[in-house]
């Protein structure tokens, strides 16, 4: 089991920067990638940024050039930087963790972004 705990979400205005962070505990060596997915009210679920163990990373096209992911394996840490926030990007984000065993994810609680036109 992997246990996720994200934090760092908040109200802010529109053009700020956010900088979430997701700390992962447990069996932290069955980790492969890691990643953000949000959720917007009537939305679904999509993916925001992933980082594979390896340091790949991949983005949506909307976050592109203003999102960055990275992770400190030392302090078994995934962080999205977030910046020129827009009310597009309002949202409930959650940490994700695959497993290295296919179709095993692992989910944080969420931590709400909220940006103020």
């Known amino acids: 089991q992997v246990q996720l705990v994200e934090s760092g979400g908040a109200l802010v205005q529109a053009g700020g920067s956010l900088r979430l962070s997701c700390v992962a505990s447990?069996?932290?060596?069955?980790?492969?990638?890691m990643g953000w997915y949000r959720q917007a009210p009537g939305k679904q679920r999509e993916l925001v940024a992933a980082?594979?163990?390896?340091?790949?990373?991949n983005y949506a096209d909307s976050v592109k050039g203003r999102f960055t992911i990275s992770r400190d394996n030392a302090k078994n840490t995934v962080y999205l930087e977030m910046n020129s926030l827009n009310a597009e990007d309002t949202a409930l984000y959650y940490c994700?963790?695959?497993?290295?065993?296919?179709?095993?994810?692992?989910w944080g609680q969420g931590t709400h972004v909220s940006v103020s036109s």
């Open positions: 994700n963790a695959k497993a290295a065993t296919p179709g095993i994810n692992y």
């Open positions: 980082i594979t163990s390896g340091g790949i990373t």
């Open positions: 447990g069996n932290i060596a069955s980790i492969n990638a």
